[in-house]
């Protein structure tokens, strides 16, 4: 697969999110933050998000903590890898709009994952660590 089109092709994204069905995007979107667990220390805030990702009844939450990671973000300049908390934004999206609450985040949130995922591996330069988000990411987009 080339990853490379993964990191700059939103239609690709897109494809990719749009495979995963509504009730399972949350955690596919967990599941690729924590491929970085051990590769970084991991914020509260992002830890929080996996907690609510956890148990359906608490997605609504996800609104709530999308706001916590972005504050995070703009107060530690010096986190990095900043594509890994853009990606925790977006996980945070998906799973407040997974909750069929109103006023949900825009529709295209998903699309950007796959991109930020390959992206956040990158900056670890690792081969396991970039195999591990291909892995997940064509759980259900047999077309990579």
Not at 27 to 54: C, H, K, Y
Request: glycine content about 6%; overall charge negative.
């Amino acid at each position: 697969m080339n990853v490379e089109k993964v990191k700059s092709d939103l239609d690709l994204g897109r494809k990719i999110f749009e495979s995963i069905p509504t009730h399972l995007r949350p955690a596919w979107g967990a599941s690729l933050l924590m491929v970085f667990s051990e590769r970084l220390s991991t914020p509260t805030e992002i830890q929080e998000l996996l907690n609510i990702v956890d148990n359906e009844r608490n997605w609504k939450d996800a609104h709530q903590q999308f706001s916590k990671i972005r504050t995070f973000g703009l107060k530690d300049k010096k986190f990095q890898p900043e594509s890994y908390l853009l990606l925790g934004e977006n996980v945070a999206k998906i799973t407040y709009n997974a909750s069929g609450q109103p006023a949900p985040f825009d529709h295209d949130a998903g699309w950007w994952i796959p991109g930020l995922a390959i992206t956040t591996a990158d900056y670890f330069k690792s081969d396991e660590g970039i195999d591990e988000v291909v892995r997940i990411l064509k759980i259900h987009f047999k077309e990579l």
